[in-house]
Nanobody, 128 residues
C-alpha cells in the first residue's frame, strides 16, 4: 500500500527557511520512473503545484512564485522527497502536500488531478 508521510513543517519568520520531507512507502524510487511533487493549498485557495522531480532524473520544474527560492530534491536510498524553502514570505503560508504518480515521468505542468497518491499535508506558516 502506497503511503506518503510529510514532516518538517512549522512556523518561521519572514526571510527564514524550512525543509519539508516526505517519506514514501509501498513503492521504491530507484527501481522505476516515478513523478514526485509538492503542492500547497492556502485557506480559501485551490491546491497548486509547487515543484516536481523525477525519481531517475535530475530535471525539475517549479512554480514561478517559488522559483529561485525553493529547491526540490530526493534521496533514493532513503525513498524520501524534500522541499527546501528559503527566503520565505507570508504568501508562502499554506498546507503543503507530497504527491506521487508512480511509473510516470513528470510533466512540465503540474496538475493535481494527475497524481494518484497524497500525503496528509503539513502546515508551514510564515510570519512577518
Amino acid at each position: 500500500q502506497v503511503q506518503l508521510v510529510e514532516s518538517g513543517g512549522g512556523s518561521v519568520q519572514a526571510g527564514g527557511s524550512l525543509r519539508l520531507a516526505c517519506a514514501a512507502s509501498g513503492f521504491t524510487f530507484s527501481t522505476a520512473w516515478h513523478c514526485m511533487a509538492w503542492f500547497r493549498q492556502a485557506p480559501g485557495k485551490e491546491r497548486e503545484g509547487v515543484a516536481a522531480i523525477n525519481s531517475r532524473s535530475d530535471s525539475t520544474n517549479y512554480a514561478d512564485s517559488v522559483k529561485g527560492r525553493f529547491t526540490i530534491s530526493r534521496d533514493n536510498a532513503r525513498n524520501t522527497l524534500y522541499l527546501h524553502m528559503n527566503s520565505l514570505t507570508p504568501e508562502d503560508t499554506a498546507m503543503y502536500y507530497c504527491a506521487a504518480k508512480p511509473f510516470t515521468r513528470c510533466p512540465l505542468r503540474l496538475n493535481k488531478d494527475d497524481f494518484q497518491y497524497w500525503g496528509q499535508g503539513i502546515q508551514a506558516t510564515v510570519s512577518s
